[in-house]
């Protein structure tokens, strides 16, 4: 069955350090990825996605993933963070008409 | 509205209670989606509809679990004789097309209703 994996947990920062969330997907065919964050109390919103082109995406807020084919990777980066980056990150595959989600990664940013 | 919005946001039911969790996707949505958010994990799919057709219901855990879109718009996710393991984020999602074999189309989220089973 497809799936996908996300290997940070818990990932803690200081302001302006770089960020990298590691995605691994288990399909081997057409994928479409997507990044969704959870801010504290609020709806999953997107934050980029993949589906053709260029494998390197850009999204809002400064956020950029890089689809690598032969790694099955879809990581999200971001060269400085800030604390109202502090939220829950999922990374998603899309499998016929639904989404698969992995576990998250809780990223926590401070000053 | 101006985006998908759950109904009740917190339920608290007793073992064994039948609960009815509401959605109202984005207004001319096709697709709706029900998700189970378990604590520390990330959305589990359960169940989807096209317009007030449900073509895929794999997720559903038991068959006490059972979604309805009977008129394509609101969609009404029941759960019959709750028990301790259902206790969860239930998220609702839309999106205008489906998603497969269209690009650029994204899914919306609404905020969850908490279940609690005690």
């Known amino acids: 069955a497809q799936s996908v994996s996300q290997h940070n947990h818990h990932v803690i920062l200081s302001e302006a350090a770089s960020l990298e969330l590691g995605c691994n997907y288990s399909y081997g065919g057409t994928v479409n990825l997507f990044w969704y964050v959870q801010y504290p109390g609020q709806h999953l919103q997107l934050l980029l996605k993949?589906?053709?082109?260029?494998?390197l995406v850009k999204g809002i807020k400064g956020f950029e993933a890089e689809f690598i084919k032969s790694k099955f990777s879809f990581n999200l980066r971001k060269p400085s963070v800030q604390w109202s980056d502090t939220a829950e990150y999922f990374c998603a595959s899309r499998n016929t008409d639904k989404l698969i989600f992995g576990t998250g990664t809780r990223l926590q940013v401070f000053p | 509205g101006a985006g998908v919005s759950q109904s009740p946001r917190y339920k608290v039911a007793k073992r064994g209670q039948d609960v009815a969790l509401r959605c109202d996707p984005i207004?001319?949505?096709?697709?709706l989606f029900w998700y189970q958010q378990a604590l520390g994990q990330g959305p589990e799919f359960l169940t989807y509809f096209q317009n007030e057709a449900q073509l895929d219901k794999s997720g559903l855990p038991s068959d006490r679990f059972f979604a309805e879109r009977p008129e394509g718009s609101v969609s009404t996710l029941k759960i019959q004789r709750t028990q301790q393991e259902d206790s969860a984020v239930y998220l609702c999602?839309?999106?205008?097309?489906?998603?497969?074999?269209?690009?650029?189309?994204?899914?919306?989220f609404g905020q969850g209703t908490r279940l609690t089973v005690v």
């Open positions: 207004s001319g949505h096709v697709s």
């Open positions: 999602a839309s999106s205008i097309l489906p998603l497969q074999g269209v690009s650029n189309t994204e899914a919306f």
């Open positions: 993949y589906f053709s082109g260029d494998p």
